[in-house]
């Protein structure tokens, strides 16, 4: 069974320029979720799909990040204008149920440096 | 708000000891906690899910416990080898019931 995949892997981009990931989640599985994890800390929660749908983005800087989940499977992350705060990775993960977050899976993540 | 805390960031082993790693949560009690491994440049790996009643978890030399009066769960690596050496995260159900919180994580090494 195939993971997550996750593109691209690295990405360095000068304050204030935009940037997109892309995520494939493992197939068959409703929720997909979008982690920012900063150096040194656990993963934190960005924004939850079911399907298609937006279960939870109150975490989402949404003056500045934008995410997509077109036909409930693919999805993208955008950020525009990136912050030198925004250097992280970000992590893209899937879980089979509908809801209930049980055993997610993660991909490899994209690590973003913004000078 | 939801807080969860593990107490240490970073935990060095002889091989062959018991790695105990602690997790402690706040303000509510989550239907499950879980924990996951994860390597540099890795994303985290799903390792074992603990219900809240339920007291204690095994898989292989791994072994998980819930506390839900302590508010902590304790997660042991038996017979811990090299190849034990990874950052550890724990993750609590929050209480809507619809995403996890991660804790900062704890980074063992194991020295053979």
């Known amino acids: 069974e195939a993971g997550v995949a996750q593109s691209p892997r690295y990405k360095i981009i000068e304050k204030r320029q935009s940037v997109a990931f892309w995520c494939n989640p493992i197939s068959g599985h409703a929720t997909l979720y979008w982690y920012q994890q900063i150096l040194g800390q656990g993963p934190k929660l960005l924004i939850q799909?079911?399907?298609?749908?937006?279960?939870?983005d109150s975490q989402l800087p949404k003056d500045r990040f934008s995410a997509e989940r077109l036909k409930g499977v693919d999805s993208t992350l955008k950020i525009q204008p990136a912050k030198l705060e925004d250097s992280a990775v970000y992590l893209c993960a899937s879980s089979l149920a509908s809801r209930d977050p049980e055993t997610q899976y993660f991909g490899p993540g994209t690590r973003l440096l913004v000078l | 708000s939801q807080k969860i805390e593990q107490n240490s960031e970073a935990l060095n082993i002889q091989e062959g000891k018991t790695a105990t790693l602690t997790c402690n949560y706040t303000?509510?009690?989550?239907?499950?906690l879980q924990w996951y491994r994860q390597d540099p440049g890795r994303g985290p790996v799903f390792l074992l899910l603990?219900?809240?009643?339920?007291k204690e978890k095994r898989k292989e030399r791994l072994k998980v416990t819930f506390d839900t009066t302590l508010k902590q769960s304790l997660f042991h690596i038996t017979a811990s080898q090299p190849a034990d050496s990874a950052t550890y995260l724990c993750?609590?159900?929050?209480?809507?019931?619809?995403?996890?919180?991660f804790g900062k994580g704890t980074t063992l090494s194991v020295s053979s």
């Open positions: 993750a609590l159900l929050n209480q809507a019931g619809t995403a996890l919180i």
């Open positions: 603990i219900r809240e009643n339920e």
């Open positions: 303000n509510y009690s989550p239907a499950y």
């Open positions: 799909f079911q399907n298609n749908g937006v279960v939870d």
